[in-house]
């Protein structure tokens, strides 16, 4: 199979030496114009740009190696299974974790699903509890609310500060006895903020308080060290760093995957089928029933190459300086509030301007070029805590420039003037 297209090969950059421009033009859509502007794109929390590595890996697999993995013998079926199971390694490489303890599947939603359906749903009964936060994602609540309507337990909401950061005291007096899981976004979707997942995690496991983190936001945007958080659990979504969308992983400990009954059958689970019994395989395969998103993983191990190529830590410092600026020019807007000031922030802004709202404003901004998202981000607890309707959110990603936050900024202090 072909190489993947390394951005910068060889060894890595060194902090602040990335040629950021170079980067940008490794991503064929950016180039584009909307509305006859050049696109702003800043909604990178809702779902990243591909780097043209990504695309080719995608493009080679069809062209030239498509065949089902882990079935045929020829050639190709080879191929296939050698490149899906070279993305997961890569995965497993880029999270620090052992590859056979990651389970590939369609994203986040799928992944906690998973730890829902076949971990707690087996073991939570009437008294337990389930412990999550305001800043949940849907994702992060939905799945919980199945299982506590399934097994009788209740669901506790550890809350914030008003600056958008979790109150660690209230959240751990919240971990009493009866609570059995603790789910926490490791980065919230709606506030940019960084949740101290290794502190939270050790105050967990102290208690026996089996955690899943939600990475969603985290993996795209930081180095994470899954061993070094310490959870029990971690979830991430492909098409947020830089993959293709249907791909993801749940990462579990090696006695929970092995406990852990099957979420769904069907193929690729099993090592014998009877009418009187079936034997599933090991995990990581024993939850991955059917054919999977084989050119959408083959691509996402291109995306894990290039942003390892770039630096994790390069990736986070740059989208720091883009944070900085953004916030301190959006600061300088009459009537514009930012929801979210933590003080470790990921670059997600969100706001509203008074007397403007949040879809009308997003909708101006896309005649100016500017893709931000409106709305209530797949986390309405979280909005309803604000006392707001909707928000626009401002997400951004290495590849932004800071001549696009100032040109966002001009556009938004333009369509302001329409609305106000
Ligand atoms: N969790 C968080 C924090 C998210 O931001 C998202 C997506 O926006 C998800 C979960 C769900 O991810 P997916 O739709 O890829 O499964």
Known sequence: MSAPN????????????????RVRDDFPLLKREVHGKPLVYLDSANTGQKPAAVIEATDDFYRRHNANVSRAVHTLGSE???????????????????????????????????????????????????????????????????????????????????????????????MTADVKLLAIAHVSNVL????????????????????????????????????????????????????????????????HLQAMPPFIGGGEMIKEVRFDGTVFNDPPHKFEAGTPNIAGFIGLGAAVDYLSALGMDNVAAREGELLAHATEELRKVDGLRIFGEARHKAAVISFQVEGAHAHDLATLLDLEGVAVR?????????LHWFGVAATCRASLAFYNTHDEVDAFVAALRKVRRLLV
């Open 80 to 174: 296939a299974t050698d490149a899906y199971e070279g993305a997961r390694r890569k995965l497993a490489a880029f999270l620090n974790v052992q590859r056979d303890d990651l389970v590939l599947c369609s994203g986040t939603t799928f992944a906690i699903n998973l730890a829902a359906y076949s971990w707690a749903l087996p073991r939570l009964k009437a008294g337990d509890t389930i412990l999550i936060t305001r800043m949940e994602h849907h994702a992060n609540i939905v799945p919980w609310q199945l299982v506590a309507q399934r097994t009788g337990a209740t669901i506790k909401v550890a809350e914030l500060l008003p600056d958008g950061s979790l109150d660690l005291d209230a959240l751990h007096a919240a």
């Open 192 to 255: 940019g903020t960084v949740n101290p997942v290794a502190a939270i995690c050790r105050e967990a496991r102290k208690r026996g308080i089996v955690t899943v983190v939600d990475g969603s936001q985290a993996a795209p945007h930081m180095a994470v060290d899954i061993p070094a958080i310490g959870c029990d659990f971690y979830a991430i979504t492909g098409h947020k760093m830089c993959g293709a969308t249907g791909t993801g992983a749940l990462w579990a400990r090696r006695e």
């Open 374 to 382: 409106s709305g209530q981000h797949c986390a309405h607890p979280l």
């Open 6 to 21: 390394h951005p910068h090969p060889g060894p890595l950059p060194p902090a602040g030496e990335v040629d950021w421009t």
